[in-house]
């Protein structure tokens, strides 16, 4: 059964330039998260995607866009980037009306803006 | 008031003793509770979910679940030193958007 992946595992930007992550889901699973984690930090929220729709959002500027396909699964896109921006990006996958609502997260996308 | 709270750390505890991992949250309608566990450098890992007041055991875990003083708590028994890594406890309501902590570093002394 294959787990969250995600693509590409590390990637460097120059400031100004735009980025695109992509995340497949597991298997069974329907909704998307995307978080990012700065170092030594909890991950935080920046957007969720059920039935190709954002459903909610986090506290990120309009920087930040996503998408989702009919298979369920996401992309990420990261506009004019700052050195900020830096973090390592996850992708989470749940699948609504399990009682166990825990995500499971793909292996992050390393992002380093010079 | 931060929405989930834990202590930083570091927590370290010697191989074999019981390490304690706390967090408070504010939201009251809260209802999901979990607990990760990450490594450095990786993505967090879910090691234990609770819903109910009282205690869930799963092998060497125990999550505590306390809501009338919004409080969950994770104890690892017999620790191992592969049991160091940074903890994350996330809380979720009705929106099934995770609130995270910032994670507590545990370190196992051997």
């Known amino acids: 059964d294959a787990g969250v992946t995600q693509s590409p595992t590390h990637l460097i930007k120059t400031r100004g330039q735009q980025v695109t992550l992509r995340c497949s889901p597991k298997?069974?699973?329907?909704?998307v998260s995307w978080y990012q984690q700065a170092l030594g930090q909890g991950p935080q929220f920046i957007f969720q995607y059920y039935e190709e729709e954002e459903r909610q959002r986090g506290n990120f500027p309009d920087r930040f866009s996503g998408h989702q396909f009919p298979n369920y699964s996401s992309e990420l896109n990261v506009n004019a980037l700052l050195l900020g921006d830096s973090a390592l990006y996850l992708c989470a996958s749940s699948r609504p009306g399990q009682a166990d609502y825990g995500y499971t997260f793909g292996s992050g996308t390393r992002l380093t803006v010079v | 008031q931060k929405e989930v709270e834990q202590n930083s750390g570091p927590l370290s505890v010697p191989e074999g003793a019981i390490a304690s991992l706390n967090c408070t949250y504010s939201d009251r309608g809260s209802q999901s509770f979990f607990w990760y566990r990450q490594y450095s450098g990786k993505s967090p890992e879910l090691i234990m979910s609770?819903?109910s007041n009282g205690d869930k055991e799963d092998g060497r875990f125990t999550a505590q679940l306390n809501k009338a003083s919004q409080y969950v708590s994770l104890l690892i028994r017999d620790s191992q030193p592969s049991d160091s890594a940074t903890y994350l406890c996330a809380v979720s309501g009705n929106n099934r958007k995770l609130i995270w902590g910032l994670g507590t570093s545990l370190a196992v002394n051997p």
């Open positions: 609770i819903y």
């Open positions: 298997s069974g699973h329907d909704t």
